[in-house]
């Protein structure tokens, strides 16, 4: 996973690089392109201006120097062009334009020329014949020269994308990978305990078979001492118990009551208005979806909540393997009857015997606040 952060990051700053690297190809092709186009401009103003070299006095002047300025662009701008150009058929086509401006300013020099000697009819012919062969050898130049340039820098600009999404396809594909075998890894997770256990409140039968006993002389192992029930924390419980008002105030004082039975988890279990299931009312210790699966138990299910409240006695299930939660319910018996089962899930393996009468005397205490279905607040306050 920290492989996976750290190739996303630098994916990321990768992406950034990429994209400045197609934005400085876009503009440095639109550059060249556009100074190319200026040469071919400046080329046509160049035939324009020398159009004027028949002219006497000021215009004639005029046109000697716009021409000039003009030939000083174009000169400037091929030698940048070509000196910054590192594609070898740009070159050549670059030394066809240089050779064809070259010889319009060799068309041009001669002209200038005649008009020193005022023989400014045989200027204009010059330029009108041999100057305009020479500008349209170098228009002819400059136009495949542009469509070299331009090709080429598509072509670093297609390299550049196909680069960019072979390397997010490689850390895609890596991602990929390990969010598969994390998939997997979460699969083979087994489900947590406090499912399986609360699910032995309505899944396993109850103790069926009767204590075994052990023959005088027959040795016995010998087990680790619980630890003492907590005795005031019960009472200061059952007296807060009886104190309520509020059935908001009952899942506070389930969680204490986990706590003085020393028990991983608690269940308040209801019994419906005829007196056919149970439904979890309230708890401490489950996820609300253990609850909702569940559900309802029939009274006269083979389990161990069902036989404590047909039974109107506390009954117990003992671990199944060494270090697992043993599991209590305890009858909830109020002047109309059993209304319900207080359903505990014991750390110690089975659940002693003070455990059992704390819980019963807590349990008397809950009968006062139920009755058949009629746990509306209790629900609530879970809810």
Known sequence: MVLTLILALGTIVQDFRFDSS??????????????????????AELQVAQSGYGASGTAGATALARASSLAGQIETTLSRLAGTSTIAAAQAQFDAATGAFADLMNVDKRARDEVRTDQRLVATDLLSLDGAAAAQRLDAAISPLRETEAQAAAERITRLSQLRFGMNTVVLGFVLIVAFRAVRSASRIPVSEPVST????????????????TAPGTATRVTAPLPPVNLPSAAELCVDLARVLDGRDVPALLERTAGVLDAKGVILWVANSDGASLRPSVAFGYPEKILMRLGALPIDADNVTSLAFRSVQPQSIAATAAGAPGALAVPLVSTTG??????????????????IAIARIIAAQFATLLGPDAAAAPHAAEA
């Open 22 to 43: 197609l934005e400085r190809e876009r503009l440095a092709a639109a550059a060249i392109d556009r100074d190319l186009t200026g040469v071919q401009l400046a080329a």
């Open 338 to 355: 059993c209304v319900g089962v207080l359903a505990a899930e014991i750390r110690s393996s089975r659940p002693p015997a003070e455990v």
């Open 198 to 213: 609360a699910q032995m409140f309505r899944e396993l039968p109850p103790p069926v078979k009767p204590a075994v006993t």
